[in-house]
């Protein structure tokens, strides 16, 4: 999953007025005489610079394999997507034909009935091919709304050079977390974590380590607000009250990035969608100093969320077979294969994992076990609204605005206003 790439770095790759245009008039019928033809509008949501070359690349591949049909690539930016496709499909004009999903938008899509339903379609192949809980994300009473892309999970990312010079070893729990982050503050001056604090999925591996979760979709009870939540807010408090991380309330990706890029922090926690990236600092010029290991464990568990991307097709699109074969196509083992070797993503069939580009990727390698053991958010359409209320008591705790008891108990309040008949 990845998440909260400033709109500010993005906004000169935005056209979508002239350019995101699934359902109108140029889109065309899709088939001539049994032949693909016509235009797929894909919105893609990964990172530019890095991600959106590679997906773009494969893309044009499917253009070759279908040379009547036009594929329409915008990217948009990922903090900005869910609402402006929300709001094209609601007015029914400027929708892509298909659209790169963070997981937990998909459920929500499908109940507002945004999304063409995938089963029995072109889109849809080789089911069993997908990991079990890559699949579950695309699922929706009874219905499969999307194809899995990619999935990943969180690790600490290390600057091995600075855990060299300071002596320490990765923290395996929180309280390591503290005690390797003052050995590195007193031997090299450097801050041991960019805690990023604009984007509570970053809260998250936090608030599992203390066996607490948002909500327990099975009993429609808000959970948040129990002492497992509270502790994981005074867990990330403590971290920067007692100097172990530093934090931001704005532009907490580009903070992040650029302070462990060049060397400012020794630690950040991040995701495979961040490795192609990461790698551009000046501190990785040598790849091997880039070190990823799991999630320092809280006081009762170890544990971080599961992310990724599913390709969905608009319901509205008026090139719903050329969608399904380009949805197809992108999901595909080849195509999975090689975001593997040149992004270092994790697939989402089991049988890409086998393909050498996977198997030489030592990033693939390392968070496949984390991935399997992630902790699966609720697939329930408002899983992707849960973060606003979140992150706005989160940033607070960070910056000394309000205490964790009282951010624990207005994110469940603003939960139960949501989540009706919720306990």
Same mark, same amino acid.
């Given at each position: 999953?990845?998440?909260?790439?400033?709109?500010?770095?993005?906004?000169?790759?935005l056209?979508?007025?002239?350019t995101?245009?699934?359902?109108?008039?140029?889109?065309?019928?899709?088939?001539?005489?049994?032949?693909?033809?016509?235009?797929?509008?894909?919105?893609?949501?990964?990172?530019?610079?890095?991600?959106?070359?590679?997906?773009?690349?494969?893309?044009?591949?499917?253009?070759?394999?279908?040379?009547?049909?036009?594929?329409?690539y915008?990217?948009?930016?990922?903090?900005?997507?869910?609402?402006?496709?929300?709001?094209?499909a609601?007015?029914?004009s400027?929708?892509?034909?298909?659209?790169?999903?963070?997981?937990?938008?998909?459920?929500?899509f499908?109940?507002?009935?945004?999304?063409?339903?995938?089963?029995?379609?072109a889109?849809?192949?080789?089911?069993?091919?997908?990991?079990?809980?890559?699949?579950?994300?695309?699922?929706?009473?009874?219905?499969?709304?999307?194809?899995?892309?990619?999935?990943?999970?969180?690790?600490?990312?290390?600057?091995?050079?600075?855990?060299? %010079?300071?002596?320490?070893?990765?923290?395996?729990t929180?309280?390591?977390?503290?005690?390797?982050?003052?050995?590195?503050?007193?031997?090299?001056?450097?801050?041991g974590?960019?805690?990023?604090?604009?984007?509570?999925?970053?809260?998250?591996?936090?608030?599992?380590?203390?066996?607490?979760?948002?909500?327990?979709?099975?009993?429609?009870?808000?959970?948040?607000?129990?002492?497992?939540?509270?502790?994981?807010?005074?867990?990330?408090?403590?971290?920067?009250?007692?100097?172990?991380?530093?934090?931001?309330?704005?532009?907490?990706?580009?903070?992040?990035?650029?302070?462990?890029?060049?060397?400012?922090?020794a630690?950040?926690?991040n995701?495979?969608?961040?490795?192609? %990236?990461?790698?551009?600092?000046?501190?990785?010029?040598?790849?091997?100093?880039?070190?990823?290991?799991?999630?320092?464990?809280?006081?009762?568990?170890?544990g971080?969320?599961?992310?990724?991307?599913?390709?969905?097709?608009?319901?509205?699109?008026?090139?719903? %077979?050329?969608?399904?074969?380009?949805?197809?196509y992108?999901?595909?083992?080849?195509?999975?294969?090689?975001?593997?070797?040149?992004?270092?993503?994790?697939?989402?069939?089991?049988?890409?994992?086998?393909?050498?580009?996977?198997?030489?990727?030592?990033?693939?390698?390392?968070?496949?076990?984390?991935?399997?053991?992630?902790?699966e958010?609720?697939?329930?359409?408002?899983?992707?609204?849960?973060?606003?209320?979140?992150?706005?008591?989160?940033?607070?705790?960070?910056?000394?605005?309000?205490?964790?008891?009282?951010?624990?108990?207005?994110?469940?309040?603003?939960?139960?206003?949501?989540?009706?008949?919720?306990?």
């Amino acid at each position: 999953m990845r998440r909260g790439i400033t709109a500010t770095a993005l906004v000169a790759t935005l056209a979508l007025a002239a350019t995101a245009c699934g359902g109108d008039e140029e889109t065309g019928e899709g088939k001539s005489s049994g032949e693909l033809s016509g235009t797929v509008t894909w919105w893609d949501t990964s990172t530019v610079g890095s991600e959106d070359k590679v997906f773009k690349k494969i893309a044009e591949g499917f253009e070759k394999e279908h040379p009547k049909v036009d594929v329409k690539y915008v990217n948009v930016p990922f903090g900005e997507a869910q609402n402006k496709f929300k709001n094209a499909a609601q007015s029914g004009s400027g929708a892509p034909d298909v659209i790169r999903s963070e997981v937990a938008w998909t459920p929500e899509f499908a109940d507002l009935g945004y999304l063409a339903p995938l089963d029995g379609t072109a889109a849809l192949k080789d089911q069993g091919d997908f990991l079990e809980q890559a699949a579950a994300s695309t699922k929706y009473k009874d219905k499969t709304y999307a194809v899995p892309q990619v999935i990943d999970s969180m690790g600490i990312f290390y600057n091995k050079k600075i855990f060299a %010079d300071a002596g320490v070893e990765v923290p395996k729990t929180i309280a390591d977390l503290k005690t390797v982050s003052e050995k590195i503050k007193k031997k090299t001056g450097k801050t041991g974590l960019y805690l990023r604090g604009d984007d509570a999925y970053w809260f998250l591996s936090f608030l599992y380590g203390e066996g607490g979760d948002l909500v327990d979709a099975k009993s429609k009870t808000v959970t948040v607000d129990k002492p497992e939540g509270v502790k994981a807010f005074e867990t990330v408090k403590d971290l920067v009250d007692s100097g172990a991380a530093k934090t931001d309330a704005t532009d907490g990706w580009e903070n992040m990035q650029s302070s462990f890029k060049d060397g400012k922090v020794a630690m950040m926690i991040n995701g495979p969608w961040a490795v192609a %990236d990461t790698l551009t600092g000046k501190e990785f010029t040598d790849k091997a100093n880039l070190g990823i290991a799991p999630v320092p464990a809280g006081s009762a568990a170890q544990g971080a969320p599961q992310g990724g991307h599913n390709l969905a097709v608009y319901a509205g699109s008026k090139n719903l %077979d050329a969608s399904y074969a380009f949805v197809d196509y992108m999901t595909s083992v080849q195509s999975q294969a090689q975001t593997a070797g040149e992004l270092n993503l994790l697939p989402t069939r089991t049988s890409a994992y086998a393909k050498q580009e996977a198997v030489d990727s030592e990033i693939v390698q390392f968070f496949k076990p984390v991935v399997e053991t992630a902790v699966e958010r609720p697939w329930i359409p408002e899983t992707g609204s849960l973060f606003a209320p979140l992150v706005t008591e989160y940033t607070k705790v960070l910056t000394g605005q309000t205490t964790p008891e009282k951010a624990a108990s207005a994110t469940g309040d603003s939960y139960r206003k949501l989540l009706k008949g919720w306990k």
